[in-house]
């Protein structure tokens, strides 16, 4: 049974880099019949779809994001991570990550989440 | 991108009642991209219905899901306790991303 996890600083200052690593148990992040996803939840903006990343590196942001966010997958460590830029108090919020099904390489419903970390950014 | 609307924005209805929740989209949406979550406090969202209609692993009947082109409709049959959180429809079929902003189904 496929589980994720979220980790990371709680606390990121204005300006600085929001780094995340999503540790995936039960399966593997090399499958072909899934991707990898993040995806934030602020109380101002309800739920917003950051980017997906195949486990060939393959990515897919928000172009409302893109500028900002770097995904990558390390399988070696059965991880993947997100890296989000130059933040401000607007990147508050809890940032999950999930993973969903994928065939023939069109990305499907996310079907697996971790329960969602939260990060605060203030000075 | 792809608004899509919720409505209504809370429900009030009793154990044992029926709840119709809608999605309307922005622009046409293909009904294998359109999904819908429910979210209790404090947790991560749940996957319920996928492809507009098909129930994901595990999730009972009563809940079932309609629609095509830009409307969408969610339904629980009868509502149980543990079924009072919140709604959210999602598009997966754009470029971007989106999720509705969530409809509230509460205990009268």
């Known amino acids: 049974q496929l589980q994720l996890q979220e980790s990371g600083p709680g606390l990121v200052k204005p300006s600085e880099t929001l780094s995340l690593v999503c540790t995936v148990s039960g399966g593997s992040i090399s499958s072909i019949t899934n991707y990898w996803a993040w995806v934030r939840q602020s109380p101002g903006k309800g739920l917003e779809w950051i980017g997906n990343i195949y486990y060939s590196g393959s990515t897919y942001y928000s172009p409302s994001l893109k500028s900002r966010v770097t995904i990558s997958v390390d399988t070696s460590k059965n991880q993947f991570s997100l890296k989000l830029s130059s933040v401000t108090a607007a990147d508050t919020a809890v940032y999950y990550c999930?993973?969903?099904?994928?065939?023939?390489?069109?990305?499907?419903?996310?079907?697996?989440w971790g329960r969602g970390t939260t990060v605060t950014v203030s000075s | 991108e792809i608004v899509l609307t919720q409505s209504p924005g809370t429900l009030s209805l009793s154990p044992g009642e029926r709840a119709t929740l809608s999605c309307r989209a922005s622009q046409s949406v293909s009904s294998l991209y359109l999904a819908w979550y429910q979210q209790k406090p404090g947790q991560a969202p749940r996957l319920l219905i996928y492809g507009t209609s098909s129930r994901a692993a595990g999730i009972p009947d009563r809940f079932s899901g309609s629609g095509s082109g830009t409307d969408f409709t969610f339904t629980i049959s009868r509502l149980e306790p543990e079924d009072f959180a919140v709604y959210y429809c999602?598009?997966?079929?754009?470029?971007?991303?989106?999720f509705g902003q969530g409809t509230k189904v509460e205990i009268k």
């Open positions: 999930a993973s969903g099904y994928s065939y023939n390489r069109i990305f499907y419903y996310m079907d697996v």
């Open positions: 999602h598009q997966y079929g754009s470029e971007r991303w989106t």
